[in-house]
């Protein structure tokens, strides 16, 4: 049977979830949650994915992203590969982790963000614990909503300003919005048509975009990624910027030429190195250098200031782009 076609746009917010192979365990403490959400933390960074809401369970991880540059499947073949790797060497295993591909449902935002972030904020509820308990459970972006925990993970106003003006009143009238009802009424918002959670006319509009971005996504990433090596070619003669000697400037500029290419388009490794006539393993050498180099105490000021410059020094089109099933099989593992 053909694996139902997996649909990425500019802009697609989406439901993930993944689940473990043969129901055995994602995480067997907390330490293996916590390096999950370090990863997630970092693979958001990489790929520039906004996320509203997530839940760690036992056997399933349940994900809210947007993606602004259509790569959710690069980012969660990344994350999931991370993870796996880690999880296998700290546990000495081999093999599969997941429960195949992870399974996505396009869900429009107008009409269904807050819904969604209420069935993954209530999937690891349970009739036999308090609601103190409820609100207090660390693996989920819950607590963040209600302010009794502070990350820079989840966005949160989008959802939030549907329910009040002031914070505190967004906070109370949220919290009843998720936890007043049975578990029962925690249904899945209706599955219009292949994964997709909307009104009808919302169909309509994801199969444009989606063919839009099939015909011009690579093009545009490839304009794209051009012109940041033209800017970043620019900022060679620029000594008070890298300030190092020539060599070592171009080499370092090669470097985060890919790194910037990587995290403002959707182009694969392969072809950012055929645009620098270097392998792909190349490239991801070069980009993992420059990300351990960020995150050096010691590392260079006038680097970090350039990977965080956006505008004026590059021109605008470096600027982000703007944002725009069947339900989940069975009740949500815990």
Known sequence: MARPLRIQYAGALCHLTARAYHRRPLFRDDYDKQRYLDLLSHYQDRFGSTIYAYVLLKRAVHLLLETPQGNISKMMQCLGTSYTQYFNRRHGRRGTLFEGRYRSYLIHKETRLAEITRYIHRAHFDRGLKKRKQRDYPWSSYRIYLGRSDSGLVEVETVLARFGTSLE????????FVENGSLRENTYPRVISQQIVGPANFVEKVFAEFQNFQLHGESSSLKKAERILRAVSLMLDRDDILGFEEK???SLARHIAMYLIRRQTALPLRSIGAMLGVKASA???AIGGIEKLVKQEDSPSKVKDFLKLRV????????????IGEAPSGSVDS
Not at 312 to 323: G, R, S
């Open 169 to 176: 009143e967004q906070r109370k009238y949220y919290r009843e």
């Open 248 to 250: 070592r400037r171009k």
């Open 283 to 285: 490239v991801a050498l």
């Open 312 to 323: 004026p020094l590059l021109p605008e089109w470096f600027v982000d782009q703007p944002t």
